[in-house]
């Protein structure tokens, strides 16, 4: 394993207490009376209140998630019946589980991935693609979030459905484990809402944040998208601010049809890719980023096309549109203007990073007066900087590979620097990434050392930390960075298996089997050897 593999593998130490005082606010927040997010009058641009973002929405009720689905024929009934009595001896909804929904009004199915459930909820990823029928399996190039190329349809990183619509009208296909990358948006989804109840955070904050987690509302997310955007109220956060904007995004499916021309207002939809004509008779594409009380903000595409565009995957309009190499314009425009052009709607797409931050710069300038927050890498970047060990991992990660949302260029001596500063810290992980760094290598910054990596491996295997101490025992079995010794490695396998050090069991029990074969391999003389290198190590600890 790389160390970039075991840095995506890292997990947030307080990830689990996040999610349960998230999970424990839900409840609260549920038992309250909603409000209309229109008397929170403390958001604001310009003096202007930007929580009254759609006033067809009615914030006193909870709308139902977009992937609700009407209720289910006698014959989905049976398939679905016949699936749950088949796999029976599974919990459901199956975490991992490969489940097909049907699109509203007998429509087509699509598939979702179980990432986690609670009380009222599912949560799920939605893949691309289409199906006439419930396919029987599916294979790795069938789940994908990207664009179809064919029918234009998209993924979601994270949706939430109500536990109800789940349950009544979800297809049993496959399971399959979950994986680091399942659990993007879901994260996202969790810190996002935890920012907002963190109790630093103003009442409308909080308030915003369960509308749009528990209400699923368009007003509170949009709300959400353009703090998290601006750095106003919350970190600048361009990751968490097109989480939300893309959530607004699902809620459009099947709102207007492909080649409808946009009559109301209520079809002017965010992440809706739209064609008109210009008083020459061309026609330009444009796409809606987001469509509030202060207009529809459009990025339009700089080429035009002499005849209407035919009906198309949207994704391949734009890139055909915006062929000559120039940049897109951002115009906002009063929902009154852009119903007079008048608009065909050619299709939804999710919202792109560049989309996102030409949409930010647009912003600013509403905001030139306002005094921003710092963006998260910042705030991570301070927490490195006061001597934080797991910052200063963090920070180590974002160098590593690079962030274009968060607008962080890759370097591997920044990286380096603060690993080497957490390790200095007494921190396991890092020092044992720093292991791995030297062992594997990084092009022209960091040449292999096998020595140096095991130096560095001892060290985090001394601090505790359970993998470094499985590796170090491999090292020494293969003599790798250092002499070969077969004794030595029995004792850190008996180390790595009798103590507390993060190991999962069948992580432990895999070292104890690979024990007893050295075990059996050794001759009397080394075995006393292993108990004396064992006991050695265990009064450094």
């Given at each position: 394993m790389s160390f970039f593999d075991f840095l995506k593998k890292l997990a947030d130490s307080d990830r689990h207490d996040r999610r349960k005082q998230l999970e424990a606010a839900s409840f609260r927040h549920?038992?309250?009376?909603?409000?209309?997010?229109?008397?929170?009058?403390?958001?604001?641009?310009?003096?202007?209140?930007?929580?009254?973002?759609?006033?067809?929405?009615?914030?006193?009720?909870?709308?139902?998630?977009?992937?609700?689905?009407?209720?289910?024929?006698?014959?989905?009934?049976?398939?679905?019946?016949?699936?749950?009595?088949?796999?029976?001896?599974?919990?459901?909804?199956?975490?991992?589980?490969?489940?097909?929904?049907?699109?509203?009004?007998?429509?087509?199915?699509?598939?979702?991935?179980?990432?986690?459930?609670?009380?009222?909820?599912?949560?799920?990823?939605?893949?691309?693609?289409?199906?006439?029928?419930?396919?029987?399996?599916?294979?790795?190039?069938?789940?994908?979030?990207?664009?179809?190329?064919?029918?234009?349809?998209?993924?979601?990183?994270?949706?939430?459905?109500?536990?109800?619509?789940?349950?009544?009208?979800?297809?049993?296909?496959?399971?399959?484990?979950?994986?680091?990358?399942?659990?993007?948006?879901?994260?996202?989804?969790?810190?996002?809402v935890y920012d907002c109840l963190?109790?630093?955070?103003?009442?409308?904050?909080?308030?915003?944040?369960?509308?749009?987690?528990?209400?699923?509302?368009?007003?509170?997310?949009?709300?959400?998208?353009?703090?998290?955007?601006?750095?106003?109220?919350?970190?600048?956060?361009?990751?968490?601010?097109?989480?939300?904007?893309?959530?607004?995004?699902?809620?459009?499916?099947?709102?207007?049809?492909?080649?409808?021309?946009?009559?109301?207002?209520?079809?002017?939809?965010?992440?809706?890719?739209?064609?008109?004509?210009?008083?020459?008779?061309?026609w330009v594409v444009c796409k809606a980023v987001l469509k509030d009380r202060h207009g529809v903000q459009l990025l339009i595409c700089p080429t035009h096309f002499e005849h209407m565009p035919k009906k198309t995957n949207p994704a391949r309009l734009l890139a055909h549109a915006a062929q000559s190499g120039q940049e897109c314009v951002h115009a906002s425009l009063t929902a009154d203007d852009f119903l007079n052009r008048p608009a065909l709607f050619m299709g939804l797409l999710p919202i792109t990073l560049e989309e996102l931050h030409c949409y930010r710069k647009h912003l600013r300038a509403l905001c030139s007066e306002t005094t921003f927050q710092p963006s998260t890498f910042e705030v991570l970047l301070q927490r490195a900087e006061a001597n934080e060990a797991e910052a200063q991992l963090e920070v180590a990660q974002m160098y590593l590979t690079g962030d274009p949302e968060w607008e962080i260029e890759q370097s591997i001596p920044e990286a380096v620097r603060w690993l080497t500063e957490a390790a200095n810290l007494g921190h396991g992980p890092a020092a044992y990434a720093l292991s791995m760094i030297?062992?594997?290598?990084?092009?022209?910054?960091?040449?292999?050392?096998?020595?140096?990596?095991?130096?560095?491996?001892?060290?985090?295997?001394?601090?505790?930390y359970g993998l470094a101490q499985l590796e170090a025992a491999e090292c020494c079995l293969q003599g790798q960075g250092c002499p070969q010794d077969a004794a030595l490695a029995h004792a850190w396998l008996s180390v790595a298996v009798s103590h507390d050090n993060g190991l999962s069991e069948e992580q432990k029990?895999?070292?104890?089997?690979?024990?007893?074969?050295?075990?059996?391999?050794?001759p009397a003389a080394q075995k006393a050897k292993a108990r004396d290198y064992f006991r050695h190590l265990q009064d450094s600890f």
């Amino acid at each position: 394993m790389s160390f970039f593999d075991f840095l995506k593998k890292l997990a947030d130490s307080d990830r689990h207490d996040r999610r349960k005082q998230l999970e424990a606010a839900s409840f609260r927040h549920e038992g309250e009376e909603a409000e209309s997010c229109a008397a929170l009058d403390s958001i604001r641009i310009k003096d202007e209140p930007l929580s009254a973002l759609a006033p067809e929405f009615n914030l006193s009720s909870q709308p139902e998630a977009e992937t609700a689905l009407p209720e289910m024929n006698p014959q989905h009934q049976r398939a679905v019946e016949h699936r749950l009595v088949a796999e029976s001896s599974t919990p459901y909804p199956l975490p991992g589980g490969i489940y097909a929904m049907q699109e509203r009004n007998g429509g087509l199915y699509r598939i979702v991935k179980v990432v986690h459930a609670e009380d009222g909820f599912v949560h799920v990823l939605r893949y691309a693609g289409r199906f006439l029928q419930v396919p029987e399996r599916l294979s790795e190039q069938e789940l994908t979030l990207e664009v179809d190329a064919i029918d234009g349809s998209f993924g979601a990183e994270h949706l939430p459905i109500p536990a109800q619509s789940f349950a009544a009208n979800s297809i049993f296909i496959q399971d399959r484990p979950l994986t680091d990358s399942d659990f993007r948006g879901w994260q996202l989804y969790v810190d996002s809402v935890y920012d907002c109840l963190s109790d630093n955070s103003p009442a409308w904050l909080r308030k915003v944040g369960s509308y749009a987690a528990w209400r699923d509302d368009p007003n509170a997310m949009a709300v959400l998208a353009d703090r998290y955007l601006l750095g106003v109220d919350l970190p600048r956060d361009s990751k968490k601010s097109r989480y939300w904007l893309n959530r607004i995004v699902q809620r459009g499916i099947s709102i207007i049809q492909l080649g409808e021309q946009v009559r109301e207002e209520y079809q002017i939809l965010t992440g809706g890719v739209y064609s008109y004509a210009e008083e020459d008779g061309s026609w330009v594409v444009c796409k809606a980023v987001l469509k509030d009380r202060h207009g529809v903000q459009l990025l339009i595409c700089p080429t035009h096309f002499e005849h209407m565009p035919k009906k198309t995957n949207p994704a391949r309009l734009l890139a055909h549109a915006a062929q000559s190499g120039q940049e897109c314009v951002h115009a906002s425009l009063t929902a009154d203007d852009f119903l007079n052009r008048p608009a065909l709607f050619m299709g939804l797409l999710p919202i792109t990073l560049e989309e996102l931050h030409c949409y930010r710069k647009h912003l600013r300038a509403l905001c030139s007066e306002t005094t921003f927050q710092p963006s998260t890498f910042e705030v991570l970047l301070q927490r490195a900087e006061a001597n934080e060990a797991e910052a200063q991992l963090e920070v180590a990660q974002m160098y590593l590979t690079g962030d274009p949302e968060w607008e962080i260029e890759q370097s591997i001596p920044e990286a380096v620097r603060w690993l080497t500063e957490a390790a200095n810290l007494g921190h396991g992980p890092a020092a044992y990434a720093l292991s791995m760094i030297c062992r594997d290598g990084a092009g022209d910054a960091v040449a292999q050392d096998a020595p140096l990596s095991f130096e560095w491996l001892l060290y985090a295997a001394q601090l505790n930390y359970g993998l470094a101490q499985l590796e170090a025992a491999e090292c020494c079995l293969q003599g790798q960075g250092c002499p070969q010794d077969a004794a030595l490695a029995h004792a850190w396998l008996s180390v790595a298996v009798s103590h507390d050090n993060g190991l999962s069991e069948e992580q432990k029990q895999r070292a104890k089997t690979q024990r007893q074969d050295i075990d059996a391999a050794l001759p009397a003389a080394q075995k006393a050897k292993a108990r004396d290198y064992f006991r050695h190590l265990q009064d450094s600890f």
